[in-house]
């Protein structure tokens, strides 16, 4: 059995780790009985830790909001995480927090041993950003949807489609993704009743947040489902393409806000893609230089026959007598 003060910080990692724990279960991972586990939590909200509790069969423990910040507990794979994360930040698509994240981190690495702070060092001196460029998500948005997504608060907010269209949505929001620059919100839209995808910088949060709601189950795990959407169903025409070359050779060159990839063997693999136009669509598939297979829309093969024509006919005039 653990000494006092060592299942002190275990418990409170476990608390950290997860939000809601019943006390056997709890008990079960200290190796004490449920008495011990609740004199234990006492001794931590004698330290300043805020230890909600539920009582009852179906209670439980979970770390809650006190009026001050208390110590975090961090082994040395999530300290080097964080540091990493923090000189990070100033240079990525949330605004608003980097002066934070840079007090931030200089108050973690002062209290980082001298072998993590060198870690940390060794991969910062070789790591270099490049400008960042368009839109940012600002921090304090991306904060109250996160934690409405945690809580299971509604949010309502007004929203600017890709084509400029507003409109007024009121949802349920599951999961946040963050592909390449983008923050997205995978949410139930209440009004169309149907799983939609809206882009953080998009959207102007209206107060307050709630009431709360069961949380409901989306017909794919969130970042496929999201990436589904922004390469796919915002467009007038979803293109899917049989790509002849390996998928890691393709992912070199497409990003993947612009497609989505699924593999198929060693030497080919699945794209799929949406534009506005067939003419969009065949630029897109054509700029890459792969060999591939038009497997939809099935218009677009006849639409890439007439193009071909007006190619040839572009340059029959150069051709040699």
């Known amino acids: 059995m ?13 608390l950290q780790a997860r939000q809601d ?4 279960e709890l008990a079960t991972r200290l190796e004490v009985d449920v008495r011990t586990v609740r004199r234990d939590v006492d001794r931590l909200r004698n330290l300043g830790y805020p230890v909600d509790a539920t009582p009852g069969v179906a209670g439980g423990y979970r770390l809650g ?8 507990l961090l082994d040395d794979e999530e300290a080097v995480a964080v540091a990493i994360s923090l000189r990070t930040a100033a240079a990525g698509s949330v605004a608003g927090i980097e002066e934070t994240s840079i007090r931030a981190l200089t108050k973690l690495e002062h209290m980082l041993p001298s072998r993590l702070r060198h870690r940390v060092s060794a991969l910062q001196s070789v790591v270099v950003h490049t400008p960042s460029y368009g839109p940012s998500v600002d921090a304090e948005v991306l904060a109250t949807v996160a934690g409405a997504c945690r809580e299971h608060m509604r949010l309502r907010f007004e929203y600017r489609s890709h084509d400029g269209s507003a409109s007024r949505r009121q949802v349920e929001p599951h999961s946040l993704v963050n592909i390449g620059r983008r923050w997205y919100v995978l949410a139930w839209d209440l009004d169309r009743a ?14 307050p947040t709630g009431p709360r709601f069961p949380p409901r189950t989306p017909p794919a795990d969130a970042a496929t489902f999201v990436s589904r959407g922004v390469t796919g169903r915002a467009y007038k025409f979803e293109g899917k393409f049989l790509i002849h070359a390996p998928i890691d050779r393709v992912a070199e060159k497409v990003t993947p806000t612009s497609a989505r990839l699924e593999p198929v063997d060693d030497t080919s693999c699945v794209l799929h893609a949406g534009a ?4 969009g ?4 598939i054509s700029m890459y230089g792969f060999e591939f297979e038009v497997l939809e829309p099935t218009e677009l093969v006849g639409y890439l026959r007439d193009h071909i024509g007006r190619l040839h006919r572009a340059v029959a005039r150069h051709d040699p007598e």
Request: glycine share 4%.
């Open 65 to 72: 909001v006190g009026a001050s910040l208390p110590p975090l």
């Open 21 to 24: 724990w019943t006390g056997a």
């Open 194 to 207: 149907d799983w939609r995808t809206f882009r953080l910088d998009r959207l102007e949060l209206k107060t």
């Open 281 to 284: 669509m065949a630029v897109f």
């Open 276 to 279: 506005d136009s067939l003419l």
């Open 2 to 14: 653990l000494e006092t003060s060592a299942r002190l910080l275990r418990l409170l990692s476990l």
